[in-house]
Structures are given as structure tokens and as C-alpha cells.
């Protein structure tokens, strides 16, 4: 019944490596998104997608792609692992339409994918 | 630029004590604002949201937020906390005409007996 389910939940690594977090939901929303934590529990916007299509892609590094295989899914893949991306990742979906009419949509986060690179 | 500010990193508190969480955001002329909590080991839950209307706003858990667009504001607060409140609570900020949800950085909320 997990509305937005993130695999793994743990993941530890070695620096270079590359790695991939999977997102899914089962809301039926349109718009998902992607969300760094760092270790002062920071939290900021990486991505948004709305119908498998970016819309939000905030100052992030090209080592990091997002991919939408269906409106269900939003998977980050991550190349050439760097200390400095040891984080808590989470996903997050809601029913914004991006219409240009301001949303009032709810977002609902998965439980996080905690990254350590070592 | 759009920022949201929380000013406690830490409340300390008894149960069964009132608390207020206190959030400050950028000026701006129209803003949807959320709290969110997020318990250990978990992902971010919403509380409570204003949008319009009313400017006191209740939420789950026994939790309210009280919106004040003159002093730019929008504190939590709950009469009387359980054990079970200890969490981090975020206060989140969306700009109309804007995409993306501003976070504050979060205040730890530490209830004990």
C-alpha cells in the first residue's frame, strides 16, 4: 500500500563508482520529484518531472540524470560518485499539472535512500 | 530571492507542554505555505497547509498554524506535546508563479517526560 516507495534504502559505495536510486508511486500523479537532504537535514528541489517530460532542474551536477520511464516511475542515476554526494535522496510525487495556474498540490515523499560514499 | 527562514535548529520540551515552531519566509505577494514533519528514519510527512481563507489553519496530530501576512509568518504550534512529536518539522514555502517548494531548514523538536 506504500504510496511512493524508493529502492534501496541503504546504499554504500566507493568514489567513481556509479550508482542508480528507483522511485515508484502509485498515486496515479502526474509530477514527481527528486530531493537532496544533506547532513544538516537541508533540503532542496533537484528535479521535477511532469508527465515523463523535466521541468525543474535546479543547478545540479551532469553527473546526475534523471530518467522517467513512465509517469510512475523516476529513477536518478548517478555517475563518478563523489564524497560530496553522501546525502539522503528522496523522491516525491503530486498532482500538479503545470498549467501555469499555481498548484496547491500536496507532495508526498517516499522514506529516502540514505547515500554514503566512502 | 525566495528563502524561508526557521530560526530554532533544536526545541527542547516536556511533554505535555505547548510548543511553537516559529517560520519566517521572504516577502512576497502570494504564497501557499506547508509544514511538514519528519520522524526518524522516515520521509516528510504534511501536516498542514494554508492556501486561503482562514488564516488559522489545523492540522494532524493536534498541530495549527497560524498564517500572518504582515509579519510575513506562519508558526506552529500545539497545546500540549506528546513523546511522539520528536521529530524534525519543516516549513516550506511555494511562490506563486513559481515551480518548486522553498524548505526551511528545519527545527528538531525534542519532547521528554
Known amino acids: 500500500d506504500t504510496a511512493v516507495s524508493q529502492t534501496p534504502k541503504y546504499l554504500v559505495t566507493q568514489m567513481g563508482n556509479d550508482k542508480s536510486i528507483k522511485c515508484e508511486q502509485n498515486l496515479g500523479h502526474d509530477t514527481m520529484y527528486w530531493y537532496k537532504q544533506d547532513s544538516k537535514k537541508f533540503l532542496k528541489i533537484m528535479f521535477s518531472y511532469n508527465n515523463k517530460e523535466l521541468i525543474i532542474n535546479e543547478t545540479v551536477p551532469n553527473r546526475f540524470s534523471p530518467k522517467s520511464p513512465d509517469k510512475a516511475h523516476l529513477n536518478l542515476h548517478i555517475n563518478s560518485l563523489e564524497l560530496g554526494d553522501s546525502a539522503v535522496y528522496f523522491c516525491a510525487s503530486s498532482q500538479e499539472a503545470f498549467t501555469g495556474v499555481p498548484s496547491t498540490d500536496t507532495q508526498y515523499f517516499g522514506p529516502g535512500t540514505r547515500l554514503t560514499v566512502l | 530571492a525566495q528563502s524561508v527562514t526557521q530560526l530554532d535548529s533544536q526545541v527542547p520540551v516536556f511533554e505535555e507542554a505547548p510548543v511553537e515552531l516559529r517560520c519566517n519566509y521572504s516577502?512576497?505577494?502570494?504564497?501557499?505555505l506547508f509544514w511538514y514533519v519528519q520522524y526518524p528514519n522516515q520521509g516528510l510527512q504534511l501536516l498542514l497547509k494554508y492556501l486561503s481563507g482562514s488564516t488559522l489553519v489545523k492540522g494532524i496530530n493536534g498541530f495549527e498554524a497560524e498564517f500572518n501576512k504582515s509579519q510575513t509568518s506562519f508558526h506552529l504550534r500545539k497545546p500540549s506535546v506528546h513523546i511522539s512529536d520528536t521529530a524534525e518539522y519543516f516549513c516550506?514555502?511555494?511562490?506563486?508563479?513559481?515551480?518548486?517548494?522553498?524548505f526551511g531548514t528545519g527545527t528538531r523538536l525534542l519532547v521528554s517526560p
Open positions: 516550506a514555502v511555494r511562490y506563486t508563479g513559481f515551480q518548486k517548494l522553498v
Open positions: 516577502s512576497s505577494v502570494s504564497v501557499y
